[in-house]
C-alpha cells in the first residue's frame, strides 16, 4: 500500500510538530552550558578533546535524558492522581532510598 503513494505524502508523517522545534531551539543553550561543565570536570580536556566532547554528550544524553522522562512521568502519575483523587502509591508506602530507614 505506501509503495505506491507519491514520496510527498509520505514526508508529512516525517515533519516536527512546531513545539518540537521550538524546545528544541529553547533547549540548545541550556544543554550547551551543561555539557560544557561536563567537559570541564572530565580527564580528557587536553589530551584528547574530542573523545572528551563526545563522553560528555554521551553522559548527559544517557543520564539527562533518562532522568528528564522519569521526572516527567512522576509529574504526569502525580498529576494524574492528584485529579482522579487516587494516590500514586499506597498510603503506609515506603518509597526505597527516599523513606525513613526502616
Known amino acids: 500500500a505506501f509503495s505506491r503513494l507519491p514520496l510527498g505524502c509520505l514526508s508529512a508523517f516525517s515533519r516536527r510538530s512546531p513545539s518540537a522545534v521550538s524546545f528544541g531551539g529553547s533547549s540548545a543553550v ?48 502525580w498529576v494524574a492522581g492528584l485529579l482522579a483523587g487516587v494516590p500514586a502509591l499506597p498510603p503506609g508506602a515506603r518509597v526505597p532510598f527516599f523513606g525513613p530507614p526502616a
Open 30 to 77: 541550556p544543554r550547551r552550558r551543561v555539557i560544557k561543565r561536563l567537559q570541564a570536570s572530565l580527564p580528557f580536556g587536553e589530551t584528547r578533546p574530542k573523545l572528551n566532547r563526545t563522553l560528555a554528550i554521551l553522559l548527559f544524553s544517557v543520564f539527562g535524558n533518562t532522568f528528564c522522562t522519569l521526572a516527567l512521568i512522576a509529574a504526569g502519575v
